[in-house]
């Protein structure tokens, strides 16, 4: 009996599996439509909103990513539903190239990309630049003292409140004070109605590391912490807000839009569009999209 189980065992021990990865082909027959609003044979570039009516499709897709705009960091969105519009800001004429990567089985992937010239037109509010610079120039700095001055919530246009935490004051005093001690100085060029931004950094700058950030000389690795960076100035223009929130959501619908890599405003973010959701002589308060897929960041600020 003995053996009779040790020969079973034996046999079992032995038996080989076979496993199948199954149908692994990619999605095929990849496609981009992109509608100008307000394009016609005269004015082909739109009416000016910069909206663009974007549907994508693909044989054997499970899922698609969309990058909008190839000049910029990559920044592949979730489309659940193939179609959204998307709102270009640059103002003037300009080329964009969208980039759709459709997943398939067992993550197979294609990709394809389509250009669309789009324009945008926009006349920034006068009391918005006035409360901004100053009608010259103006320094603000994150406002420590108020509950709030920092938070994180959901991106979405459905939701313009840190809704997942809020800082309490001082909050980011003992570990990252250069929070609180870099300044943002916002100036109008008299001479030609540009804008610019001077960045002063006395005790670093508070961001993230690598691929987290876009500020020159961060760290590959590391926390979410202060470090070393001496600053900088950039040009910076006002631009119809991208985030698509409803009408009746609180908001100036105007961003501050940073070129460049080496200006931030409050926290070195990826992205260079803050949007104004409130801004007076004494306080503003800005929302930008985090480094993080999905994350808003929320900034109470005041004059110095």
């Known amino acids: 009996m003995l053996a009779a189980l ?20 990619a999605p095929s027959d990849l496609s981009i439509s992109a509608t100008i609003v307000g394009a016609t044979t005269a004015s082909p570039t739109g009416d000016g909103s910069g909206d663009v009516k974007i549907v994508v499709n693909a044989k054997n897709a499970l899922a698609y990513k969309v990058d909008f705009d190839a000049n910029t960091p990559l920044d592949l969105v979730y489309l ?42 926009f006349t920034v509010d ?13 320094t603000w700095v994150v406002d420590k003292s108020v509950a709030g001055h920092f938070g994180v919530g959901p991106w ?7 809704e997942w935490w809020s800082a309490s004051v001082n909050e980011k005093v003992a570990c990252c004070n250069c929070f609180y001690t870099a300044n943002f ?3 109008k060029v008299a001479a030609d109605g540009t804008y610019s931004l001077k960045v002063t950094t006395p005790d670093g700058a508070f961001t993230k590391t690598g691929s987290l950030t876009t500020l020159p000389g961060i760290p590959g690795s590391g926390d979410e912490a202060c470090y070393s960076y001496s600053g900088g100035t950039g040009a910076f223009t006002f631009v119809p807000s991208s985030t698509g929130v409803a009408a009746t959501t609180p908001s100036t619908k105007t961003s501050i839009l940073l070129a460049g890599n080496n200006t931030f ?14 801004i007076n002589a004494n306080y503003m308060y800005l929302r930008v999209q985090g480094t993080e897929t999905g994350n808003a960041w929320y900034l109470k600020m005041k004059p110095l």
């Open 156 to 162: 979405s246009d459905g939701s313009v409140t840190p």
């Open 265 to 278: 405003i409050g926290y070195g973010a990826l992205q260079k569009e803050y949007e104004i959701l409130v």
């Open 80 to 121: 659940p539903t193939g179609t959204t519009t998307k709102k270009y800001t640059t103002l003037g004429t300009n080329t964009y190239r969208i980039t759709l990567v459709a997943y398939g089985k067992g993550g197979s992937s294609s990709t394809l990309t389509k250009d669309v010239t789009v324009r945008s037109d």
């Open 6 to 25: 040790l020969v079973l065992g034996i046999h079992y021990g032995c038996t080989e599996k076979t496993y199948t990865m199954g149908d692994l082909t």
């Open 185 to 187: 100085t916002f100036s």
């Open 126 to 138: 006068p009391a918005i630049v006035a409360a901004l610079t100053n009608g010259t120039s103006k």
